[in-house]
Every structure is written in C-alpha cells, then in structure tokens.
C-alpha cells in the first residue's frame, strides 16, 4: 500500500480562514484515497479467478478456498474479459 505521512503540517494555524482549512482537507481526503485505491483487492471464494471478472481492478488477488490456488488478475484484454495469472 502507498505510504502517507501520519502528521500533516498545515502551516502557521493563527490566521487560517475556512476556505483554506477546507482546501487542506480536500487535499488530505485526496491523499488517503490514492493510498486506499492503489491496495489489492483480496477474493476469497470456492472457484479460481473468473475471464468474466470485468469489474475487477488489475492487481486484485483471487484465492480459492477449495484448493487454496492464489491467482492475480493481470490484464484486461478486452471488455468482456480479464486474465489471472497464478502466483
């Protein structure tokens, strides 16, 4: 997962208007959902990863729990399918 730092200096705080502290929190939102976004997803279901998982972001991790068989989706090679890679 993308880093982020745990302490955001926003300035010299005395004179700070509400325009800017909401222009900070904007800006501190944007920065942890890039971090979020940029995570696998993890599947843990009774089948291998599906060609039909098109709502699946690449990088998004398949285990199944029958077989313990871990897959990585790959590739969207076109709308109507992806590809998984076992890893």
């Known amino acids: 997962m ?3 730092p ?3 200096n926003v300035g010299n705080r005395d004179n ?3 325009e800017e502290l909401l ?3 904007e800006d501190m939102y944007k920065k942890i959902a890039i971090a979020l976004n940029k995570k696998p997803d993890i599947f843990e ?3 291998n990863g599906l060609s039909t998982d098109t709502q ?3 990088g998004s ?3 199944n729990t029958n077989t313990n068989k871990i897959e990585m989706l790959v590739a969207h090679p076109t709308a ?3 590809t998984w890679k076992e890893i």
């Open 80 to 82: 109507a399918s992806v």
């Open 23 to 25: 222009r900070i929190m």
């Open 45 to 47: 279901r009774e089948t």
């Open 6 to 8: 745990e302490y955001y």
């Open 61 to 63: 991790i398949n285990i």
């Open 16 to 18: 700070i208007t509400n």
């Open 2 to 4: 993308a880093k982020i």
């Open 56 to 58: 699946l972001s690449i």
